[in-house]
Every structure is written in structure tokens, then in C-alpha cells.
């Protein structure tokens, strides 16, 4: 898939679906998408819920802010990310659309 315009409302679930284990650059740093998962149904005329978790390295100094966000398939976005303490104990950075 060609990159997606420099257009955030552009960017839906499908953009993203291909690409968990891959590689983000993320306000400086590498970061894998570790998991993409579906919000709630939503009204046609409304883009689709849903919610990135990267998996990010220890020295990660971000806690809630906007950020670059890029892979070759996406382009660059800026986008909210937030510090979460993820299943396996460990913080991972989360992105929700909706």
C-alpha cells in the first residue's frame, strides 16, 4: 500500500492492520506496534474506532504529548501518544482514533 496523504483523516484501521511488529518512529525513537485493536461500533458517516499499542523502550521519555509518528506505509503524523503500563507489566505507548 502507497503512503497515505499527510492527511490524518485519511488514516483508518486498514492503514494499520499489515503492519503490527513492525518498526514506528516515534518522536525520535523506534518503537514496534505491538498490537492494533477495534474500538466499539460507530455511525457510517464516522471513522472507525481504534487503538495502537507500541511497545516502547526503557528510555522512552514521553508520558502524554504530541509526537511524529512515522512508517513508510503511514507517512509522518502527529499524533497524542500516552505512557500505559501494558498486560505484561511493562509500559507501552497507546494512540486511539475515534
Request: net charge negative.
Amino acid at each position: 500500500m502507497p503512503p497515505v496523504s499527510e492527511n490524518i483523516e485519511k488514516l483508518d484501521f486498514h492503514h494499520f492492520d499489515g503492519l503490527v511488529g513492525q518498526t514506528f518512529r516515534i518522536g525520535g525513537y523506534e518503537s514496534e506496534l505491538k498490537d492494533l485493536r477495534e474500538g466499539p461500533e460507530t455511525p457510517p458517516r464516522f471513522r472507525r474506532q481504534f487503538t495502537l499499542i507500541f511497545r516502547v523502550p526503557p528510555d522512552f521519555p514521553f508520558v502524554s504529548e504530541t509526537l511524529p509518528v512515522a512508517h513508510p506505509q503511514i507517512g509522518t503524523h502527529d499524533l497524542f501518544v500516552n505512557k500505559i503500563i501494558g498486560w505484561d507489566e511493562e509500559f507501552d505507548l497507546q494512540v486511539v482514533f475515534n
